[in-house]
């Protein structure tokens, strides 16, 4: 059972940045594909960030495009965590962010029921 629990999140003015993280419990999380969902009040949660791992150890960066240039994934094996790094916040950034593992994706952005394993979440806030 893979456990994650996020921190970093918090209340920014527009333009401004904040950076999240993912600690893990599981030591194999190199194994894992990872990513970032957030979920705004009254809305479907949807995934903004993944990095994906391939057969040949080898990760990819994928972003939806409400945030590619914005935020950046990143993740460190060694460390068992997992940093969404978003910067020039939208007041429409605004939501409540997980991280998530999962093992069996399809291609590109995961949806929801491909992954395993979620955090409890973190909220951002971008107000002025």
């Known amino acids: 059972q893979v456990q994650l629990v996020e921190s970093g999140g918090g209340s920014v003015q527009p333009g401004g940045s904040l950076r999240l993280s993912c600690a893990a419990s599981?030591?194999?999380?190199?194994?894992?594909?990872m990513a970032w969902f957030r979920q705004a009040p009254g809305k479907g949660r949807e995934s903004v960030a993944a990095?994906?791992?391939?057969?040949?150890?080898?990760?990819?960066?994928y972003y939806a495009d409400s945030v590619k240039g914005r935020f950046t994934i990143s993740r460190d094996n060694v460390k068992n965590t997992l940093t969404l790094q978003m910067n020039s916040l939208k007041a429409e950034d605004t939501a409540v962010y997980y991280c998530a593992a999962g093992r069996n994706w399809g291609s590109g952005l995961p949806s929801p029921s491909e992954c395993d394993y979620w955090g409890q979440g973190t909220q951002v806030t971008v107000s002025s």
């Open positions: 990095i994906r791992r391939s057969p040949y150890n080898t990760y990819y960066a």
């Open positions: 599981e030591r194999t999380l190199s194994t894992y594909h």
